[in-house]
Antibody, heavy 122, light 107 residues
Framework: QITLKESGPTLVKPTQTLTLTCTFS??????????VGWIRQPAGKALEWLAV???????RYSPSLNSRLAITKDTSKNQVVLTMTNMDPMDTATYYC??????????????WGQGTLVTVSS | DIQMTQSPSSLSASVGDRVTVTCRAS??????LNWYQQKPGKAPNLLIY???SLQSGVPSRFSGSGSGTDFTLTISSLQPEDFATYYC?????????FGQGTELEIK
C-alpha cells in the first residue's frame, strides 16, 4: 500500500522560505519511472501543479514559480522536500504531494497525501 | 503551457442522471488526460488515466473518452457519493496543468 504524508509549518511570514517534506512508503524513488509531485490548492480554488522529481533526479517546475521552487529527494529516508522562497499571502493554500506511478508514457498522480494547509501572514 | 478548459464549471443533476463533463486542451495531448474526483476537505482521487483507463477500485459507472484536444468524463447513473468536484489534468508535458474544475451539485 502506497501512502504519502506532507509535513511542515502551518504558518509562515511574508518573504520567508517554506520547506515542506513529503514522507512516503510503499514504493521507492530508486525505481525506474517513479516520481513524486507537488500540487497546491488555495481554498475554494483549482489545483495548481508545482513540481515533480523523477527517479533519475530529473526535476521539473511550474514556469510561473520556477525561480522560487526547489525539489529534492532523499531516497534513504523515503522523503521528497519542496522549498519555496519569498512566500506571499497569495501562496496560502493546501499543499499536496502525490505519487506518479511507473507507467510508461503517461503522467498522473495516485495516490495523494492528505495535504497540509500553509498560511502566509505576518 | 498547455491550458486545460473544463465545461461546465458547475452542474446540477439528480441521482440516476447521466452526466458528462468536458475538458479541452489548448494543443494536442494524444491520450495523456487524467480525471480526478475531489470531495470537500479531501485530497483528489484518481478516477481515469490515459483518457479512458479506469483506475482500479473506481466504479464502472465512470468512463472517459477522447484524444487530441477534446475529452469527456461520463457518469452513467449518478449516485449520492458522486456529488463532488471533478478535475482534468494533462500529463503530456510539464507543467502538468489542471482544468479549473467542475462542481457537481445535487438538484
Amino acid at each position: 500500500q502506497i501512502t504519502l504524508k506532507e509535513s511542515g509549518p502551518t504558518l509562515v511570514k511574508p518573504t520567508q522560505t517554506l520547506t515542506l517534506t513529503c514522507t512516503f512508503s510503499g514504493f521507492s524513488l530508486n525505481t525506474t519511472g517513479v516520481a513524486v509531485g507537488w500540487i497546491r490548492q488555495p481554498a475554494g480554488k483549482a489545483l495548481e501543479w508545482l513540481a515533480v522529481i523523477f527517479w533519475d533526479d530529473d526535476k521539473r517546475y511550474s514556469p510561473s514559480l520556477n525561480s522560487r521552487l526547489a525539489i529534492t529527494k532523499d531516497t534513504s529516508k523515503n522523503q521528497v522536500v519542496l522549498t519555496m522562497t519569498n512566500m506571499d499571502p497569495m501562496d496560502t493554500a493546501t499543499y499536496y504531494c502525490a505519487h506518479r506511478p511507473r507507467v510508461r508514457g503517461y503522467n498522473y498522480f495516485d495516490p495523494w497525501g492528505q495535504g497540509t494547509l500553509v498560511t502566509v501572514s505576518s | 503551457d498547455i491550458q486545460m478548459t473544463q465545461s461546465p464549471s458547475s452542474l446540477s443533476a439528480s441521482v440516476g442522471d447521466r452526466v458528462t463533463v468536458t475538458c479541452r486542451a489548448s494543443q494536442g495531448i494524444s491520450t495523456s488526460l487524467n480525471w480526478y474526483q475531489q470531495k470537500p476537505g479531501k485530497a483528489p482521487n484518481l478516477l481515469i488515466y490515459a483518457a479512458s483507463s479506469l483506475q482500479s477500485g473506481v466504479p464502472s459507472r465512470f468512463s472517459g473518452s477522447g484524444s487530441g484536444t477534446d475529452f469527456t468524463l461520463t457518469i452513467s447513473s449518478l449516485q449520492p457519493e458522486d456529488f463532488a468536484t471533478y478535475y482534468c489534468q494533462q500529463g503530456y508535458r510539464t507543467p502538468y496543468t489542471f482544468g479549473q474544475g467542475t462542481e457537481l451539485e445535487i438538484k
